[in-house]
């Protein structure tokens, strides 16, 4: 009992399936019919065009974070401008758009990291896309 018990402990944890690499060119792609082909190419076009949507949302969001941040605008001068009557306002707002200029960059500095690794990732499905073009023209569909 005693050494299923330590076998129970020391036998590796068994890991995690890996997940199966994406294939770019799949057995049956050259028999595949134009209407097919077709198919799925315009189902690779929408989903990199959806990746790239949720991109330009999101920098869009980061962008507009740090001009917030920067205090443009009507509503940024006028605390300007009143912060100025204030011993040391002037000093506690500057360091207020500081930080969140600071915070906007970080931001935007982790949503351009996303993008990038977002554009790694996407390669085999636009590698793809190209390989299924070049099936597409060959059969003059």
């Given at each position: 009992m005693?050494?299923?018990?330590?076998?129970?402990?020391?036998?590796?944890?068994?890991?995690?399936?890996?997940?199966?690499?994406?294939?770019?060119?799949?057995?049956?792609?050259?028999?595949?019919?134009?209407?097919?082909?077709?198919?799925?190419i315009n189902d690779i076009n929408r989903q990199l065009q959806d990746q790239q949507m949720r991109q330009t949302a999101a920098m869009s969001e980061?962008?507009?974070?740090?001009?917030?941040?920067?205090?443009?605008?009507?509503?940024?001068?006028?605390?300007?401008?009143?912060?100025?009557?204030?011993?040391?306002?002037?000093?506690?707002?500057?360091?207020?758009r500081q930080a969140q200029m600071d915070a906007s960059r970080r931001k935007m500095t982790d949503?351009?990291?996303?993008?990038?690794?977002?554009a790694i990732e996407t390669m085999p499905a636009r590698e793809r896309l190209e390989h299924l073009m070049g099936l597409y023209d060959a059969k003059a569909c």
């Open positions: 005693m050494l299923l018990f330590a076998a129970a402990i020391l036998s590796p944890v068994a890991p995690a399936a890996a997940q199966a690499p994406y294939e770019v060119v799949r057995m049956g792609d050259r028999a595949m019919a134009c209407p097919q082909l077709i198919a799925e980061a962008t507009g974070g740090m001009m917030r941040g920067a205090g443009m605008g009507a509503g940024g001068m006028v605390m300007g401008s009143l912060a100025g009557m204030v011993p040391f306002g002037g000093t506690v707002l500057s360091m207020g949503q351009m990291e996303a993008m990038q690794r977002e």
